[in-house]
């Protein structure tokens, strides 16, 4: 038996739930904000700053795998 497999990617994440206007107000909350985007959805052509990373390290809401997985590769 085969099966076909289709494989959908959005490389253009737009996150319409948030109000950017209010995270500029908080520089932190900004970089934050960015750090989770780019870990959650894409890098596209970034890359993650490893100093912001270990910075904001407790502070990020991202999966523990991808987290540790991101640390180790900072550590490494």
Same mark, same amino acid.
């Given at each position: 038996?085969?099966? =076909?497999?289709?494989?959908? #990617?959005?490389?253009?994440?737009?996150?319409?739930?948030?109000? =950017?206007?209010?995270?500029?107000?908080?520089?932190?909350?900004?970089?934050? %904000?960015?750090? =989770?985007?780019?870990?959650?959805?894409?890098?596209?052509?970034?890359?993650?700053?490893?100093? *912001? %990373?270990? *910075?904001? %390290?407790?502070?990020?809401?991202?999966? *523990?795998?991808?987290?540790? #997985?991101?640390? %180790?590769?900072?550590?490494?």
């Amino acid at each position: 038996m085969v099966f =076909e497999v289709k494989i959908c #990617y959005n490389i253009s994440m737009y996150n319409w739930s948030t109000d =950017e206007k209010n995270l500029d107000k908080n520089p932190e909350a900004r970089e934050i %904000f960015e750090l =989770e985007q780019k870990i959650n959805y894409g890098l596209l052509k970034d890359k993650i700053n490893a100093e *912001k %990373f270990l *910075k904001y %390290f407790s502070k990020i809401s991202v999966d *523990k795998t991808r987290k540790d #997985y991101i640390n %180790f590769l900072i550590h490494e």
